[in-house]
Nanobody, 126 residues
Framework: QVQLVESGGGLVQAGGSLRLSCAASGRTLSSYTMGWFRQAPGKEREFVAGISWGGSSSRYADSVKGRFTISRDNAKNTVYLQMNSLKPEDTAVYFC???????????????????WGQGTQVTVSS
């Protein structure tokens, strides 16, 4: 079983950048396809980005394509989400998640991921 801990959230002005990190422990991260999801107040959790276990394949929600980049460093057991050109509508709690089935390409649905972190708050002010 893997444990996931997100960090890097915070308050940023529109147009700014943040980099989220998701550190894994308990098992090596290369055993999992990884994803980032987010949940805004009053809304359902939604897919943001996913990356295959080896890092060769990634996919993004249309709303973040061209602005966010997912990456991973399996040697450091960490997955990242670089967020640029942030908008107020990006405000949400961001979660990382692990898929033990190692789907390729990465899944977009919550049910395709087995393990979840506690989330980190990202707030973008206008």
């Amino acid at each position: 079983q893997v444990q996931l801990v997100e960090s890097g959230g915070g308050l940023v002005q529109a147009g700014g950048s943040l980099r989220l990190s998701c550190a894994a422990s308990g098992r090596t991260l290369s055993s999992y396809t990884m994803g980032w999801f987010r949940q805004a107040p009053g809304k359902e959790r939604e897919f943001v980005a996913g990356i295959s276990w080896g890092g060769s394949s990634s996919r993004y929600a249309d709303s973040v394509k061209g602005r966010f980049t997912i990456s991973r460093d399996n040697a450091k057991n960490t997955v990242y989400l670089q967020m640029n050109s942030l908008k107020p509508e990006d405000t949400a709690v961001y979660f990382c998640a692990a898929d033990s089935a190692r789907r390729w390409p990465p899944g977009r649905g919550e049910r395709e991921y087995d393990y979840w972190g506690q989330g980190t708050q990202v707030t973008v002010s206008s």
